[in-house]
């Protein structure tokens, strides 16, 4: 019997336009205390695109958060057990200085304003990057970010406990400044209604099982995933801003571990970031996070000025 074709794209491709349309018919518009306390996160984004874009999203959101709560509530029925509803999970993915950070951040305050999920707690997968001495054992300090530089089997850990509803889960914490992981620091996460993962390889496929290791990944863990994507050269240049910003803010204290590229003069930082940029980060775009994109529910694609002129949304 002859295969059918697989389907081009298993997405509902929407330009900027049409997903801006949505924003009109969608509930929940922005009060001005919500608008005070988005503009009080600290990130430089626009409020209005926080409305066309992001507020959609967090509907939807909502909505697939509902409807697995109904799913939930069938098997609970069908296995005659009184089961709890556990955390709704949510992968946030996407290269280095992309902006997931920003997404993150933005989307734990939309859903967060939902009737159905007041508590939304956000973990980054930098927490679980082995400390900077045992990445030197390794040999990977020139790796980090890479999947191979994480502890994949505590992040693992981590985030099927969180979704089993265990009452207290603890996660390390790493420090941009110390670029290292911070001794005794933790994050605590309690229950919560929405956890959000943020992380450059969060949506990387499980490895083959081995011995006694089952094959199971975070992404296995997530009931929605969103990649942020842009094009390259723009998000290098946002590294290379970024980079120049810290070097006048969080560079220029005694304790990051970048201050020695403090008295830098802009030319030798510009240049000192591309090298980092095109020798770690841009490798690991290409071969461990661009080929998980197609793995995410939803696509964000950013323009050069961070507007989102895409939205692709999986409908298979
Ligand atoms: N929507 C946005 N509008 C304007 N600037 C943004 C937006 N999102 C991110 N940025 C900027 O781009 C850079 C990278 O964003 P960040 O969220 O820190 O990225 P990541 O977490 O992916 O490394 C930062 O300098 C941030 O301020
Ligand atoms: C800390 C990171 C690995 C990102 O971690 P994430 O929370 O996305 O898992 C990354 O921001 C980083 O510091 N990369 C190392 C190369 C560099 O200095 O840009």
Redesign the pocket.
Do not use: C
């Given at each position: 019997m002859p295969s059918s074709p697989v389907p081009a794209t298993p997405y509902v491709d929407l330009d900027r336009e049409a997903w801006t349309r949505l924003s009109a018919s969608t509930p929940l518009p922005l009060t001005d205390a919500d608008v005070d306390r988005l503009a009080g996160l600290g990130d430089p984004i626009d409020l209005a695109e926080v409305d066309a874009i992001y507020r959609p999203i967090s509907r939807l959101l909502d909505l697939y958060i509902e409807a697995t709560r109904g799913l939930h509530g069938a098997s609970s029925t069908f296995l005659r057990e009184d089961i709890e509803p556990t955390p709704f999970v949510i992968g946030v993915a996407g290269s280095?200085?992309v902006g997931?950070?920003t997404t993150a951040r933005l989307l734990r305050e939309l859903v967060a304003r939902w009737p159905a999920t007041p508590r939304v707690e956000l973990v980054?997968?930098?927490?679980?990057?082995y400390p900077n001495a045992e990445l030197e054992r390794r040999g990977l300090m020139e790796r980090?970010?890479f999947p191979e530089?994480?502890d994949r089997r505590a992040l693992l850990r981590f985030v099927s406990q969180v979704k089993a509803g265990r009452a207290e889960v603890r996660a390390p914490v790493?420090d941009?400044v110390t670029?290292d992981i911070v001794p005794g620091a933790e994050t605590v996460v309690h229950r919560p209604d929405v956890l959000i993962v943020?992380?450059?390889?969060?949506l990387q496929p499980a490895r083959p099982a081995t011995g006694s290791h089952s094959s199971l990944a975070v992404s296995d863990f997530f009931d929605f995933s969103i990649y942020v994507d842009a094009r390259e050269p723009d998000v290098r240049d946002w590294?290379v801003d970024r980079f120049l910003r810290l070097r006048a803010t969080a560079f220029q204290r005694p304790e990051s571990y970048f201050h020695r590229y403090a008295d830098l003069t802009d030319e030798q930082a510009v240049a000192r970031a591309e090298q980092?940029?095109d020798s770690?980060?841009a490798p690991n775009l290409e071969q461990n996070i661009l080929p998980t994109r197609s793995r995410a529910t939803l696509v964000l694609t950013k323009g050069r000025d961070h507007a989102v002129e895409r939205v692709r949304l999986r409908k298979l």
């Amino acid at each position: 019997m002859p295969s059918s074709p697989v389907p081009a794209t298993p997405y509902v491709d929407l330009d900027r336009e049409a997903w801006t349309r949505l924003s009109a018919s969608t509930p929940l518009p922005l009060t001005d205390a919500d608008v005070d306390r988005l503009a009080g996160l600290g990130d430089p984004i626009d409020l209005a695109e926080v409305d066309a874009i992001y507020r959609p999203i967090s509907r939807l959101l909502d909505l697939y958060i509902e409807a697995t709560r109904g799913l939930h509530g069938a098997s609970s029925t069908f296995l005659r057990e009184d089961i709890e509803p556990t955390p709704f999970v949510i992968g946030v993915a996407g290269s280095v200085a992309v902006g997931k950070s920003t997404t993150a951040r933005l989307l734990r305050e939309l859903v967060a304003r939902w009737p159905a999920t007041p508590r939304v707690e956000l973990v980054t997968t930098d927490g679980f990057l082995y400390p900077n001495a045992e990445l030197e054992r390794r040999g990977l300090m020139e790796r980090k970010g890479f999947p191979e530089s994480y502890d994949r089997r505590a992040l693992l850990r981590f985030v099927s406990q969180v979704k089993a509803g265990r009452a207290e889960v603890r996660a390390p914490v790493y420090d941009h400044v110390t670029y290292d992981i911070v001794p005794g620091a933790e994050t605590v996460v309690h229950r919560p209604d929405v956890l959000i993962v943020e992380g450059l390889n969060v949506l990387q496929p499980a490895r083959p099982a081995t011995g006694s290791h089952s094959s199971l990944a975070v992404s296995d863990f997530f009931d929605f995933s969103i990649y942020v994507d842009a094009r390259e050269p723009d998000v290098r240049d946002w590294y290379v801003d970024r980079f120049l910003r810290l070097r006048a803010t969080a560079f220029q204290r005694p304790e990051s571990y970048f201050h020695r590229y403090a008295d830098l003069t802009d030319e030798q930082a510009v240049a000192r970031a591309e090298q980092i940029w095109d020798s770690i980060n841009a490798p690991n775009l290409e071969q461990n996070i661009l080929p998980t994109r197609s793995r995410a529910t939803l696509v964000l694609t950013k323009g050069r000025d961070h507007a989102v002129e895409r939205v692709r949304l999986r409908k298979l």
